[in-house]
């Protein structure tokens, strides 16, 4: 791959790294962001758009910050009373003059923070309006509150939420609107009237035709098996997941689709790194490189390239068609999020200079006239030859012949 690729990784000790390279074979850390480590400040999800220029992190005591894509730099910093983990961030940027920046959080609690500033995003004392809400559905006189959100995924557009966890089926909701759209039924129990744990480990919106239509799940099997599944609930077609498969005994703990939505590629916690094709419903190929669980796989927007990380300490950079390993880096902590930067800029070939525009002439000039020489030295030599020959055909009809 020669396109030059810039990568952004968090870790468990609040320090967002910079990985960057002319190709995926020479990935290597330029940069690395944050103050002192601290556990307690660790990053767990990133989001980055391709129009602001900027990075929105999510740390584990529920702050949120804002930072310049190309420095580092804290443009804005939201703390959080409740002080709970930051289970999913989005940020979209203004695409043209009318959209404004958009800002979506989500705590473990499951308290939803929308913030939208009309300024342009490098601009330090952002003037933001918020909106919170709280994952919670009226049923009649009672209120059913939400489970702990363990994990979160958004639209491409931000416009639905959907939200699962330990013991919590999963849900989308209407960013908008904040209603509930769309709550997964709890699976069947097998022949011993024995039902699986409502558990969601992982998740992820399928592209599909209809934006927010499909999302997929990874959780655990049925009771008494270690396997899990990977899971495809159609919004619009059923409550219950309409593909599943087995997938391992691991636990899914990551799911990065790809752009078209025909497949996606699966980690869990034993440090599997698979492709499953969705038309088929089987694992087509296994990536080799981790030797720990995963914590976060990311696709590509525009290039065949897969980003995993983990345990082990390694950032590792796929072939998404040929499953082939391009680079790994270590970046000495523990990453737990990974986010691709689409807008960082293609190397521009360099013009020729005026000087050397100026010597190419002559040169070539130079050339012609060595060539029209040589054709001239052999047009002379030509001549001579056959003025050599006229004047021995004379010297044989001038000698006398014996009478």
Not at 39 to 61: I, L, N
Not at 183 to 194: E, F, Q, R, S, V
Not at 234 to 252: C, Y
Request: include cysteine.
């Amino acid at each position: 791959m020669t396109s030059p690729i810039r990568l952004f990784s968090g870790d468990e000790l609040g320090l967002v790294k910079v990985l960057q390279g002319d190709s995926a074979e020479s990935m290597q850390i330029v940069d690395t962001w944050g103050g002192a480590m601290d556990r307690g400040q660790s990053v767990e999800c990133m989001s980055v758009p391709e129009s602001t220029g900027g990075v929105a992190v999510g740390r584990k005591d529920g702050s949120v910050q804002l930072l310049q894509a190309g420095t580092g730099h804290v443009v804005a910093n939201f703390q959080s009373l409740e002080r709970e983990r930051c289970s999913g961030i989005l940020m979209t940027g203004p695409s043209d003059a009318a959209s404004k920046l958009t800002l979506i959080s989500c705590s473990q609690g499951g308290g939803v923070k929308r913030r939208v500033c009309e300024s342009e995003f490098p601009q330090e004392n952002l003037d933001w309006e918020e909106l919170s809400w709280q994952l919670e559905q009226n049923v009649g006189k009672k209120t059913e509150k939400a489970a702990p959100v363990d994990c979160l995924a958004f639209s491409s557009d931000g416009g639905t939420l959907a939200a699962g966890g330990e013991g919590k089926v999963l849900t989308l909701w209407n960013v908008a609107t904040q209603e509930r759209i769309f709550k997964a039924k709890t699976p069947d129990p097998d022949w011993l009237g024995l039902r699986p744990k409502n558990v969601v480990n992982a998740l992820a919106f399928l592209p599909a035709e209809g934006e927010g239509r499909k999302v997929l799940v990874g959780g655990p099997g049925q009771v008494g098996s270690e396997h899990h599944k990977v899971m495809v609930y159609d919004v619009a077609a059923s409550p219950r997941p309409v593909q599943e498969l087995n997938f391992g005994e691991g636990t899914i703990t990551a799911l990065a689709p790809t752009p078209d939505g025909r497949g996606v590629f699966v980690g869990d916690a034993r440090g599997k790194l698979a492709f499953v094709d969705l038309r088929m419903l089987g694992i087509q190929g296994v990536l080799k490189g981790p030797a720990g669980g995963l914590r976060a796989v990311v696709h590509h927007p525009t290039l065949p390239i897969v980003a995993s990380c983990g345990l082990d300490r390694f950032v590792r950079l796929h072939h998404a068609n040929t499953r082939k390993l391009l680079s790994q880096t270590y970046v000495k902590q523990v990453a737990n999020c990974l986010a691709f930067d689409v807008s960082f800029p293609e190397p521009v070939a360099p013009e020729p200079a005026k000087d050397d525009a100026e010597e190419i002439g002559p040169s070539r000039k130079r050339k012609i006239k060595s060539s029209k020489s040589k054709e001239q030295a052999s047009s002379d030599g030509e001549t001579k030859e056959k003025k050599k020959l006229k004047m021995k055909k004379k010297k044989k009809k001038s000698i006398p012949t014996d009478a």
